[in-house]
């Protein structure tokens, strides 16, 4: 027992490393595949790193590497510790379940997800196409659920999220034509759409009833902590804010996952 929480401990920290790394890394390259973007600026002294288990690799590995502008310096630490907090709570849930691994390292996964969209509003192709291959032949291959299963629950997602993004684009034109405005963020990009169609083939039908009701209910919570948050500091812009939807999206699967739930609220 104590020696499976070490291993687990150790292996939650491995993946904050790895997210924190991940993080910084991914959005940087993936602007240099698309226009051939400079490298962003490193930031002044006083702003690198902070003193956490990737911060220390990171000094060790190059003394001068500074954070990227997006990347708040307590974000470093923080991953760290929830991933720590995340993985001991799938433990506490699925402790002998042989899929166990599978689950943790899609948790990781859906963190360094969640971390890039807070930070840069983007899901990035560069994650989500291997991701895709990769859950592919997990399904296939794992025997977690069924591959029929995981098809439909692919298929809803996609119907049910192009519905969200469509209805995204014609509010934003109603908007602009009745204020005059230029507004051009849609609140449901195509990459919340990308990403919750890969959640609905992760945890497969009727499952994925239950992500669209949590990540709406998540997405909510988040928009009025935002509004209020946004007021408390004197924040302007809030109608026209961009609030990432993607880590609603993951921490509803995520949820899903660990629960192992595969029935509808709607109908229990």
């Known amino acids: 027992m104590l020696l499976d929480l070490i291993i687990l401990v150790g292996a939650a920290v491995v993946a904050g490393v790895l997210v924190n790394w991940l993080s910084d890394e991914l959005p940087a390259l993936e602007e240099r595949m698309r226009d051939d973007g ?4 490193p930031l002044p002294a006083e702003r690198r790193l902070p003193p956490s288990l990737y911060g220390l690799i990171r000094r ?13 310096l307590w974000r470093y630490p923080l ?44 899901v990035l192709n560069i994650v989500m196409l291997p991701a895709f291959v990769v859950a592919i032949l997990e399904v296939i291959f794992s025997g977690r659920i ?51 169609t890969f959640c609905g083939l992760l945890i497969g039908f009727p499952s994925v009833v ?38 609603g999206i993951v921490i509803a699967t995520g949820l899903i996952l660990v629960s192992r739930s595969d029935w509808v609220w709607f109908i229990n």
Not at 92 to 111: K, N, Q, R
Not at 154 to 181: C, D, E, K, P
Request: glycine content about 8%; overall charge negative.
């Open 38 to 41: 400079e490298e962003p600026a």
């Open 60 to 72: 060790a590995a190059s003394p001068d590497y500074s954070a990227p502008k997006t990347a708040a």
């Open 79 to 122: 991953v760290e510790i929830v991933m720590v907090a995340i993985y001991l709570y799938a433990y506490s849930e699925l402790s002998g379940w042989p899929h166990m691994p599978i689950v943790l390292a899609y948790l990781a996964f859906f963190a360094l997800v969640a971390v890039i969209d807070y930070e840069h509003k983007l």
């Open 146 to 196: 069924g591959w029929p299963t995981a098809m439909i629950g692919y298929a809803t997602a996609q119907i049910i999220v192009m519905v969200f993004y469509l209805m995204g684009h014609v509010f934003l034109w109603i908007r602009n034509s009745v204020a005059g405005s230029k507004i051009r963020t849609v609140a449901f990009g195509f990459g919340d759409v990308t990403l919750a």
């Open 210 to 247: 239950n992500m669209v009701i949590l990540m709406i209910l998540v997405g909510f919570v988040s928009s009025i902590i935002f509004v209020f948050g946004n007021a408390l500091f004197g924040g302007k812009g809030i109608a026209s804010a961009a609030i990432a939807y993607g880590p």
